[in-house]
């Protein structure tokens, strides 16, 4: 099977800093009802989390993750990812 479209290269195990995402054109962050929260006490600083957002909408600053909740559209990889879980969904 040969896969054309980039969207489903993530579901590949690609790392999502790979492939082009188009949430910073399309303001994805507008379509969530719950969002994501890291518990920074939690949090071991693995990247896994980074690593598996297909819209890079998790970014790395002093070591610690930080959602840019304009391009997180709570699709839930994060947090089924973490292998401490340090991320929770709340209602917005």
């Known amino acids: ?5 980039i969207k489903y290269l993530g ?6 800093n790979k492939i082009p995402a188009n949430a910073c054109e399309k303001n994805t962050g507008d379509w969530r009802t ?3 929260v890291i ?3 939690k949090c071991k600083s693995c990247k896994i989390c980074y690593t598996y957002c297909p819209d890079v909408a998790i970014k790395w600053i002093d070591n ?3 959602i840019n909740y304009q ?4 699709c839930g990889i994060c947090r089924e990812e973490c292998p401490v879980d340090a991320i929770y969904e709340e209602k917005e």
């Open 34 to 36: 719950n969002k994501p």
């Open 71 to 74: 391009l997180c559209k709570n």
């Open 39 to 41: 518990d920074l006490d």
């Open 64 to 66: 610690k993750p930080e």
């Open 11 to 16: 579901h590949l195990g690609i790392p999502s």
């Open 1 to 5: 099977m040969i896969i054309n479209d």
